[in-house]
């Protein structure tokens, strides 16, 4: 049971929290019929992403060997056989399908663009460089989409935005490890590490996270967001996404920790502390919360 835990990532399920982000702006995170359609599809979709998990690492599964860490993956070390991988990986997509299914028909046609986006990641597009980490950000953006379309909620081009640059700062962070390891230790994680340099990943990670950084203060100062929400204090939500970054580019360029970003989540309780403190402020504001 342990190795079917560690198969199918189930602590990487926390990034389909996406999907809830429409939901939590849109003021309708307490409808009960919304959260509940938003659960079901939640639920699903982690199925959906635990058969691309494993897809992924058997494709992966001779790279992964000379990873200082992900050589302890159940394909890659071999206590899961490649024929029982994909038998578990097909009960979960058919699972996956079906409860997509009874929540919403246009997150079950969204989780195909998702298969299929990640079935070609796996199979070649994860050896383009740029393409590789664009493609993980597009998939953050799928999910947002997910929560849209099961929430019946518009989605702004700020989140969409905010989301897609966030994701690709992480993702960058992420293959910046595989530069990392690569050009220090001599070891080849992936293909497409040969066409990147940790120099090119640290002025990647640079601009991005400037860029998003200002993004998110266009977004709070926004006549158009200060008026939805009718709240004059929304800057104050700046300072925890600001030492969040701060802290999150400390861990990679001074610790050289930023290939396991799930692993940081749970860990680095500085980043829970912005984390958390943002999701406290944003919801006194939006739920107009007393205080």
């Keep these: ?64 060997r000379n990873h200082p860490t992900k050589y302890k993956r159940a394909i890659a070390s071999g206590r899961v056989s490649i024929s029982y991988g994909i038998a578990i990986a097909l009960f979960f997509l058919i699972s996956g399908c079906i409860i997509i299914y009874n929540g919403s028909i246009e997150s ?35 999910r947002l989409f997910i929560g849209a379309y099961v929430g019946e909620i518009e989605l702004t081009q700020w989140i969409v935005l905010m989301v897609f640059l966030l994701s690709l700062f992480i993702a960058i962070a992420k293959r910046r490890d595989d530069v990392y390891i690569f050009e220090n230790d001599n070891k080849v994680n992936r293909d497409v590490v040969r066409q990147y340099s940790v120099n ?68 680095d309780i500085f980043l829970q502390l912005c984390v958390i403190s943002w999701i406290l402020i944003f919801s006194l504001i939006i739920y107009n919360i007393p205080t």
């Design 200 to 267: 090119f990943m640290d002025m990647s990670m640079t601009m991005i996270s400037s860029i998003l950084i200002m993004s998110y203060l266009l977004f709070i100062s926004s006549a158009e967001v200060i008026d939805r929400y009718g709240n004059d204090y929304l800057y104050v939500t700046f300072f925890p996404v600001l030492i969040g970054i701060l802290r999150y580019n400390q861990i990679v360029y001074v610790f050289n920790k930023g290939g396991s970003p799930i692993s940081l989540i749970f860990k």
């Design 1 to 64: 049971m342990k190795d079917i835990i560690s198969l199918i990532r189930v602590n990487n399920w926390i990034k389909n929290l996406f999907i809830f982000i429409p939901l939590f702006f849109s003021a309708d995170l307490f409808n009960y019929q919304k959260l509940c359609s938003t659960i079901i599809v939640f639920i699903g979709f982690c199925f959906i992403t635990s058969y691309v998990y494993i897809i992924n690492d058997i494709f992966d599964k001779r790279f992964d």
């Design 108 to 142: 079950l046609w969204l989780s195909i663009v998702y298969i299929l986006l990640n079935m070609a990641y796996s199979y070649k597009l994860k050896k383009v460089a740029i393409i590789d980490m664009i493609i993980i950000a597009i998939g953050f953006i799928i």
